[in-house]
């Protein structure tokens, strides 16, 4: 079992940076990819990143290349989504998710835990 708990969100200006945190409780987390999804009002929730479980592999959304980048630090059983130069559409509650499949996906359904999320607000 694997719990996820995500922070970092807020209110920012366009063209502004926030860092997300997804701490994560559970003995196997070294082992499990991750991911961050975001999903709008009104939306369906959507992939925004993806990581290996040691980092060496990373999926970005093409509305997100360039401008967010996916982290991790399994000593500290954490993972982090680093977003820079941030637009109003990029506005959304967002959350980190795990698997434990052995290939990294980009797929909502294809992960097997989630966090509770967290509001990041973007103003022009």
């Known amino acids: 079992q694997v719990q996820l708990v995500e922070s970092g969100g807020g209110l920012v200006q366009a063209g502004g940076s926030l860092r997300l945190s997804c701490a994560a409780s559970?003995?196997?987390?070294?082992?499990?990819?991750m991911g961050w999804f975001r999903q709008a009002p009104g939306k369906e929730r959507e992939f925004v990143a993806a990581?290996?479980?040691?980092?060496?592999?990373?999926y970005y959304a093409d509305s997100v290349k360039g401008r967010f980048t996916i982290s991790r630090d399994n000593a500290k059983n954490t993972v982090y989504l680093q977003m820079n130069s941030l637009k109003p559409e990029d506005t959304a509650v967002y959350y980190c998710?795990?698997?434990?499949?052995?290939?990294?996906?980009?797929?909502?359904?294809?992960?097997?835990?989630w966090g509770q999320g967290t509001q990041v607000t973007v103003s022009s």
């Open positions: 998710a795990a698997t434990g499949k052995v290939v990294v996906p980009t797929k909502l359904t294809r992960y097997d835990y």
């Open positions: 559970g003995r196997t987390f070294s082992r499990y990819a």
């Open positions: 990581i290996s479980w040691n980092g060496g592999t990373t």
